[in-house]
């Protein structure tokens, strides 16, 4: 059996792809673990917010079963604190388990790198339903990107945004008025993301729930837009295919404002529901 959690699914037999070799934690005891940032997970030279996320939870899951191999629960719920930006290399990740409960496991897990804590967060672990919705009221958002959907890797910010190596990003470009230079269209995005090489998954909804480009952009808000706190709720097991993201704020209050992301699946299940509030360049 491996020693590291990330290599593969022990429910499906299936073999880790280029997402899951990429936030996969080595133990290395006492509930301590190690693990590499990857330079195709960044942007602006950053590493990613939904895949620091989809790192804390992968982390998460393997304290809650020991550290060996794939473990046999899902993450539930993420939120973090954003403290510092790490950087693209090795990091620890120290974990606690707050609450161990027959539903739901508490895990914390603190990430540092170089003697500095840059991330804390809390996962919250179990099992994610199988059974449909009794009830949902989603987003109307087509299964697949549009004829006239922009495929993300193709823009001139794909040189910062180095997501598109790893993942398939498609913009809807009716609202997207920053790709023509245009202000003041609602900060509201739809997206289409899919890994790949490998097919989506609970952890890699996490990302997806972080996937758009900073939605101040519509407001002509160019450059870096740190996250500062996020929390993440995953409602079920995503079916293969696109994952289909619509992402809007609520306000902006100064440099101030929030985004919030509604992820589903393929068939129209509801996959993840992520909030921010993030920090937004003026001038």
């Given at each position: 059996?491996?020693?590291?959690?990330?290599?593969g699914?022990?429910?499906?037999?299936?073999?880790?792809?280029?997402?899951?070799?990429?936030?996969?934690?080595?133990?290395?005891?006492?509930?301590?673990?190690?693990?590499?940032?990857?330079?195709?997970?960044?942007?602006?030279?950053?590493?990613?917010g939904?895949?620091?996320?989809?790192?804390?939870?992968r982390?998460?899951?393997?304290?809650?079963?020991?550290?060996?191999?794939?473990?046999?629960?899902?993450?539930?719920?993420?939120?973090?604190?954003?403290?510092?930006?790490?950087?693209?290399?090795?990091?620890?990740?120290?974990?606690?388990?707050?609450?161990?409960?027959?539903?739901?496991?508490?895990?914390?897990?603190?990430?540092?790198?170089?003697?500095?804590?840059c991330?804390?967060?809390?996962?919250?672990?179990?099992r994610?339903?199988?059974?449909?919705?009794?009830?949902?009221?989603?987003?109307?958002?087509?299964?697949?990107?549009?004829?006239?959907?922009?495929?993300?890797?193709?823009?001139?910010?794909?040189?910062?945004f180095?997501?598109?190596?790893?993942?398939?990003?498609?913009?809807?470009?009716?609202?997207?008025?920053?790709l023509?230079?245009?202000?003041g269209?609602?900060?509201?995005?739809?997206?289409?993301?899919?890994?790949?090489?490998?097919?989506?998954?609970?952890?890699?909804?996490?990302?997806?729930g972080?996937?758009n480009?900073?939605?101040?952009?519509?407001?002509?808000?160019f450059?870096?837009t740190?996250?500062?706190?996020?929390?993440?709720?995953?409602?079920?097991?995503?079916?293969?295919g696109?994952?289909?993201?619509?992402v809007?704020?609520k306000?902006?209050?100064?440099p101030?404002?929030?985004?919030d992301a509604?992820?589903?699946?393929?068939?129209g299940?509801?996959?993840?529901?992520?909030?921010?509030?993030?920090?937004?360049?003026?001038?």
């Amino acid at each position: 059996m491996s020693s590291v959690a990330g290599q593969g699914d022990a429910r499906t037999g299936t073999t880790a792809g280029p997402f899951a070799l990429a936030s996969r934690v080595r133990p290395l005891g006492d509930g301590t673990f190690t693990a590499e940032l990857p330079g195709a997970w960044t942007v602006r030279g950053r590493p990613h917010g939904g895949f620091l996320m989809a790192l804390l939870a992968r982390t998460a899951m393997a304290a809650h079963s020991g550290g060996s191999g794939a473990p046999l629960v899902d993450p539930l719920a993420v939120s973090a604190q954003f403290l510092n930006p790490p950087s693209v290399g090795p990091v620890l990740l120290r974990t606690e388990v707050r609450k161990a409960g027959r539903q739901a496991t508490v895990v914390s897990v603190h990430l540092e790198q170089r003697g500095k804590t840059c991330v804390e967060g809390v996962v919250t672990t179990g099992r994610l339903p199988r059974e449909r919705a009794a009830w949902a009221d989603l987003p109307n958002v087509s299964a697949e990107p549009p004829g006239n959907a922009v495929e993300v890797a193709s823009l001139p910010l794909a040189s910062v945004f180095k997501l598109t190596t790893a993942c398939d990003i498609r913009l809807d470009p009716n609202g997207a008025g920053f790709l023509h230079g245009h202000v003041g269209d609602p900060l509201r995005l739809r997206l289409w993301v899919r890994p790949r090489a490998e097919p989506v998954d609970p952890l890699f909804a996490l990302v997806a729930g972080d996937i758009n480009m900073p939605l101040t952009f519509n407001l002509g808000r160019f450059g870096w837009t740190p996250t500062v706190q996020m929390t993440a709720l995953l409602r079920s097991r995503p079916s293969p295919g696109w994952l289909r993201v619509l992402v809007e704020s609520k306000a902006v209050h100064g440099p101030w404002f929030d985004s919030d992301a509604t992820v589903i699946d393929a068939t129209g299940r509801l996959i993840a529901q992520a909030r921010q509030l993030a920090l937004s360049a003026i001038g």
